[in-house]
């Protein structure tokens, strides 16, 4: 990835270099006027491309989908393209000060929205790290637990929700924020951050760390497997709101980071779908694992994808 990275940055670097003698080899021969066929195929065709590009993109934003932030940033540049072409060319006509303010009221504006919300469509990643001892001292704690569990917020609401103390519950809201869990929306309340934390590895640490680290680990798994039983029992109370797929395959480590990398983008984007409750809405305890089976397990049971 490295050296595909350094390649590209050459690759543009020499781009940029080599434009500059063209730029100016154009400049000094291209003629101010120069008459051309299939005009309106092209335009029509231009702005073809760019129904499409604006229909496309808006499909894939209303479902959150990565791809709509390179489409949101060709159709921003597109919409550029056109308001240049638009001024320049009907610079010495009669429609010249309707092409600069459609560019200066329409084209340029709506650009400018495009390539904001790509930053925005972008930004919707989960801060991801490997979780710390610090993070570990705060699982431990159940004031952590109370004061996120009452989330979104005011601290003066935390504290009568919990019975904790107004100064206790300032300094647990002050404790995540600063290691990045919460933070203050625009009315004043604390909302959570959702994180991509990856488990810790205790042959990273020494000692008492070490234990405790691999203590956390257990515990986590025991959980775990208490909630998938309590589930298991309850299985016939959930109604629509359940499911389980189970499957079994063959892949390669970089086959199975992909699926990783998918099933991350997948809850990243469910989880950032709506900011504000709905009426209808439900938490749902979502979880992925994937790892080698024991030797043991049948052969019929290779190669295949049961859903129930």
Not at 162 to 187: H, I, M
Request: proline share 5%; charged share 25%.
């Amino acid at each position: 990835m490295i050296m595909i990275r350094r390649i590209l940055l050459a690759f543009l670097a020499g781009a940029a270099v080599l434009l500059v003698p063209w730029t100016v080899y154009l400049a000094h021969t291209l003629p101010d006027r120069y008459d051309t066929g299939q005009w309106r195929a092209a335009w029509v065709g231009f702005d073809v491309a760019l129904l499409l590009c604006f229909a496309t993109g808006a499909w894939l934003g209303s479902r959150r989908r990565r791809a709509a932030v390179p489409l949101l940033s060709a159709t921003a540049a597109l919409l550029c393209c056109d308001a240049w072409f638009d001024v320049m060319l009907g610079w010495t006509s009669a429609e010249r000060w309707t092409s600069i303010a459609l560019a200066v009221f329409v084209e340029i504006p709506v650009a400018v929205v495009l390539v904001l919300a790509a930053r925005r469509l972008s930004g919707t990643t989960m801060p991801r790290r490997t979780v710390t001892l610090h993070d570990i001292a705060m699982r431990e704690d159940p004031r952590y637990q109370q004061v996120v569990s009452e989330l979104p917020a005011t601290a003066d609401d935390v504290a009568h929700e919990t019975g904790l103390g107004r100064a206790e519950v300032t300094a647990c809201l002050k404790t995540l924020q600063d290691n990045g869990f919460v933070r203050r929306d625009r009315k004043g309340r604390w909302i959570s951050i959702p994180h991509d934390l990856r488990e810790p590895r205790p042959d990273d640490y020494d000692g008492a760390d070490r234990e405790r680290v691999a203590a956390f680990l257990d515990a986590k798994y025991a959980n775990e497997i208490t909630l998938l039983s309590w589930a298991a029992e309850h299985r016939d109370e959930f109604g629509p709101w359940s499911t389980a797929q189970r499957a079994s395959t063959r892949l390669t480590e970089a086959e199975f980071r992909e699926l990783e990398a998918e099933y991350r983008e997948l809850i990243m984007r469910y989880c950032h779908r709506r900011r504000r409750p709905a009426a209808n809405e439900k938490e749902l305890s979502v979880r992925f694992y994937a790892f080698p089976p024991p030797e043991a397990v049948p052969s019929w049971m290779s190669d295949s994808v049961e859903i129930v």
